[in-house]
């Protein structure tokens, strides 16, 4: 079972333009949700976060929405740059989820590409 | 800050050896986790250690995969008769307490 979907695979957006990316969970135990980005042979790095708390977290050109209701999250990226192009997956934790203390589950990643 | 460092990058094996992967986690971080990941998948949650004691397992680890952490600082994943369903990048992460986590470059697995 999929606690967290990310149902686009892939997104290709022009630079400039707005990215946005999707997430879904269906756990209600997760508070706090994460993007992580990820390069190629590289490990995911960390994007930006928010707590179930808030609905807008804003870190420069990333904004994460949150939508507890429709247990939905969103990441905006604006304006897209070529070095986003990356697999960026979204992650949540909660204090009974499971996977340690502080540990996350992960969606399956949208690669996001970014053109010229 | 030296990040979390894990070795090898790379590791190739044929199936029904034994592989040791290691992980040096960010110096102040007591809480240390290993995920592993396929292609087209997420990072799937392994084992979690806070200091030396290991807190969590999931599922996923078979009897064929052991984790220590013996003094609280690196930790070692040991996989023994590797099949080729263990192919995966093995990650690891640590972090703080209530802080999010710090990813290694993880060790691509390859079992032939």
């Known amino acids: 079972d999929q606690q967290v979907k990310q149902n686009s695979p892939s997104l290709s957006v022009q630079e400039g333009r707005i990215s946005i990316l999707n997430c879904d969970y269906t756990?209600?135990?997760?508070?706090?949700f994460l993007w992580y980005k990820k390069y190629p042979a590289e490990g995911p790095t960390f994007l930006i976060s928010?707590?179930?708390?808030?609905d807008k977290n804003e870190d420069g050109r990333f904004t994460v929405f949150l939508n507890k209701s429709a247990k939905h999250l969103s990441l905006h990226i604006v304006p897209s740059q070529p070095g986003d192009s990356a697999v960026y997956f979204c992650?949540?934790?909660?204090?009974?989820?499971?996977?340690?203390?502080?540990?996350?589950?992960f969606g399956k990643g949208t690669h996001l590409i970014i053109q010229p | 800050d030296t990040g979390v460092s894990q070795n090898p990058r790379h590791k190739i094996t044929k199936r029904g050896q034994n592989v040791t992967f290691r992980c040096d986690p960010i110096?102040?971080?007591?809480?240390l986790y290993w995920y592993r990941q396929t292609l087209g998948q997420g990072p799937e949650f392994l084992t979690y250690?806070?200091?030396?004691?290991?807190?969590?397992k999931s599922r996923l680890l078979s009897d064929r995969f052991s984790a220590e952490r013996p003094k609280g600082s690196f930790s070692t994943l040991e996989i023994q008769r590797t099949e080729q369903g263990d192919s995966a990048m093995y990650l690891c992460?640590?972090?703080?307490?209530?802080?999010?986590?710090?990813f290694g470059s993880g060790t691509q697995l390859s079992v032939l």
């Open positions: 992460a640590s972090s703080n307490r209530g802080e999010k986590l710090f």
């Open positions: 756990n209600s135990m997760f508070d706090y």
């Open positions: 928010i707590s179930s708390i808030k």
């Open positions: 992650a949540a934790s909660g204090v009974y989820s499971g996977g340690g203390a502080d540990g996350l589950t």
């Open positions: 110096s102040e971080h007591n809480r």
């Open positions: 250690f806070q200091n030396e004691a290991q807190l969590e």
